[in-house]
């Protein structure tokens, strides 16, 4: 192995690093501040044979108890600018370790529109490509110009367009076939400017109506970004979907499951066994361009797991069937009951539950 350089420290915790408070410690760690810092610790891996598992804001990933046996790269790149050139757009540039969250406000009160449904979603600018995040009608893929990104193997920068990033739903080339391969530094997205945010998700649009907000009476921009930025925020509240340390709730990574999406013929199977199973009421799913996509919330209730459901260390959120949450008993215990659920729904209904976290043994 070759010497160790300085930016690279010995058995630092993991569990304080991650929205679950999960996992035992780093054998090696290294943050990185700048893109020169991160080839001289992917270089020093590579040189000694190690793992490197990348690490931003720590609210998708679930480090194994007994912590990682190779190199954890902690993303520190910082920056945000914002380019106007005067037309209807601006561009906006942020480096990969800047919180998502903040980046959203700062893009609000600069009277740009397009990721103000995104907002409270924890984690870092980097990750939002890689699982093409979305939320409330909006997802990154509408905005996401281009990704730069050091390519692992050649240690060269490279930068995709929106395209080139085959994002779907919550997937991308980062996430599928690319992953592992590339290290993302820095997002360019393109977002309008002083407009008004165009609502597409029901639950989202009779919030802000039940609330009594009449967004048509507030000037276009920042007014009407704010309040829905206020409407998202409060909706994520009452799912214990944003972080907050006093809320137990809230020590998940957010959804554990993704939505499935099955081809006309395997929802006609899923409405089939629904009705052989005496079910009332309707299986809830909505038109998606691959076929119908299934809530995997009501799949994991009508598979026995009510919310609050609670097993040896683990739990479901007493406020959202799909976060699963750390109730004491460590990494094991979290997966062991999505392993359980993932069967229950699978042997009554036939569908595969696929995981959404990145699961680091």
Not at 73 to 95: N, P, S, T, W
Request: net charge negative.
């Amino acid at each position: 192995m070759s010497e160790r350089p300085p930016i690279i420290a010995e058995r630092i915790p993991l569990a304080p690093l991650t929205s679950m408070s999960l996992g035992g410690p780093a054998r090696y760690f290294a943050s990185c501040a700048h893109v020169d810092d991160i080839r001289l610790a992917l270089e020093w891996a590579a040189s000694a044979e190690l793992p490197v598992q990348v690490l931003a804001g720590g609210s998708n990933t679930i480090f194994a108890d007994v912590g990682f046996d190779g190199l954890v790269l902690k993303m520190g790149l910082r920056g945000v600018g914002i380019d106007d050139d005067g037309g209807e757009d601006a561009v906006v540039r942020a480096a990969a370790g800047e919180g998502w969250d903040d980046l959203v406000v700062r893009c609000i009160e600069a009277d740009l529109s397009g990721i103000e449904c995104l907002s409270g979603i924890p984690g870092s600018v980097g990750a939002t490509p890689m699982q093409n995040v979305g939320a409330y009608g909006q997802e990154v893929a509408q905005t996401v110009v281009s990704v730069r990104a050091i390519d692992r193997q050649s240690l060269e920068e490279v930068t995709f367009g929106n395209e080139e990033c085959r994002f779907q739903y919550r997937e991308s080339r980062f996430k599928g076939e690319d992953r592992g391969r590339y290290l993302i530094t820095e997002v360019t997205y393109c977002l309008k400017k002083e407009v008004r945010p165009q609502l597409r998700y029901e639950e989202l649009i009779r919030h802000i109506a039940a609330a009594g907000s009449d967004l048509s009476q507030l000037s276009a921009g920042r007014h009407v970004s704010r309040a829905v930025r206020q409407a998202v925020l409060s909706l994520r509240r009452r799912k214990s979907m944003v972080l907050d340390p006093a809320d137990p709730n809230a020590r998940s990574v957010g959804s554990f499951f993704l939505n499935p999406v099955l081809s006309a013929e395997e929802f006609e199977d899923l409405q089939e066994r629904w009705r052989r199973l005496n079910g009332a009421g309707e299986i809830a799913a909505f038109d998606d361009p691959a076929g119908r996509k299934v809530s995997a919330a009501w799949l994991v209730e009508h598979a026995g797991f009510a919310r609050g459901t609670r097993r040896l260390g683990a739990a479901i959120s007493d406020h959202h069937a799909l976060a699963i949450v750390n109730d004491g008993g460590g990494a094991t215990a979290v997966l062991g009951l999505a392993a359980e659920i993932a069967t229950a729904v699978h042997e009554r209904f036939g569908v595969e539950l696929q995981r959404e976290p990145d699961i680091v043994a």
